[in-house]
Every structure is written in structure tokens, then in C-alpha cells.
């Protein structure tokens, strides 16, 4: 009986350590999870352990880290992360827009990105790169992508990851901080309202435009082969 316990425990034990390694990080998963319908889903992804993992942090202060994304889309791929006390819970992009001080925080995300992308991106790459949010976040903390647009990797997968960064759905930090600053309704027009998730899904059934020349390509590998003639 009591060694019927003790496995017992252990299976459980083994269960619920499964579990979380499952949800501890894969934003290879992030886009298809968020484009699942939200009844499916009841807990987001979590990036809480891996902002703690040392060796895939790139910059660390007191209110924000950067980590390597694991599933890198491509040659660079950061996350950048507010944490601590300093902010109340961000979870997606509209709670950083409701902040009384949304945009000195953008701001302030935006100079530790050009220092991030000057120290660790390459002479080659460090032009191309690009800062930014998608529209629906499914990984907890809100996190900003720093990608170069090379979109040379394996992790780059499918239709959907290349359209969460090269459509509108990958809401530039740049144009965040110009859309605040001007006090538009940006987001709150047809073209990009965040309460409306079915339009911001959409975007992902765009068709698959080359981001240099945006020419057309009928797939993703022919697209990957046609991004190498741009140099
Ligand atoms: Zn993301
Ligand atoms: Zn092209």
C-alpha cells in the first residue's frame, strides 16, 4: 500500500513537472495558440521562467530583461520584457496603452532596443532590424519582439509566423509611439482596433508578400529563397 503511494506520488509528481515544462516557453506556439478561439484556451503561455534563465538573458535592469526567443524566426530574435514592481501586470498591448505614462515607458523600451540591437546585433544585420508587438499576445508577460528581418530559420515555419511580422498585425514600436503621441484612434479604427480580435486575425490569411519588394510568393520556401536576392 504504501509503496503503491509512493508511485502514485511520483507519477504525480512527474505530471505536474511535465506540465509546466510544457508551458514554460514556445512562442513557436505563440501565434497559433492565440489564433485558437479564446474558449480553447485557459492558460496563456508563460515566459516567467525562462526570463529568469541567465543564459538566454542578453540585458537585465531593474525594470526590464531581454531574452533570446527559443524559437528564433530569424538570425536575431529577442524578447523584451518588463518586470518587477515598476509596472502593474502587463499582459497585452492595450494595458500598455492605458498606462498614464504608456509613452514614456515605449520610449524608454525603445533606447534599451537601439542599445540591444548596437551591442549584440551584427554590423549586417543591425539595419534590418525590427521592434515591435503582435495584436494578440497568448504568452504572459507582454513582451516586445527584436528581430532582424532576414527571417532566415527553421522556426520560421508556416504562413502564419511570416504574417505576424510583416503585416499590420505586428504592430511596430515606432508606430505605437507616434500613434499615442498624436492621440489618434488608430486603435480604435476598423483598420486596427484591438477589441476586435476576428480583424486582427485576418491578417493572417493574407497573402505571402516578399517584405523587400513585396511581390507576391506562392509559398514559404520560395519566399525564403526569393528574400536571398535582396542583399
Ligand atoms: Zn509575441
Ligand atoms: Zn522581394
Redesign the pocket.
Known sequence: MKRLQTNLEKKSKQLKLSASAAKAFS?DE?VNSSLATPKKFTSFLSLESSMKDEKIQVFKNEKFVCIKDKYPKAKIHF?LIPHGDTFPKLLKVADIIKLPKSVEILKEMKDISDKIINDKFPDDLKKKALCG??SI?S?QPL?M?IISSDFQSDCLKNKKHWNSFNTDYFIKLGDLIQNLEEENDYFKSDKFNLNKQDLLKKYMDLPLKCNVCHVEQKNLPTLKRHILTHK
Open positions: 512562442s505563440e524578447l508587438f503582435h499576445q504568452m513582451h519582439h
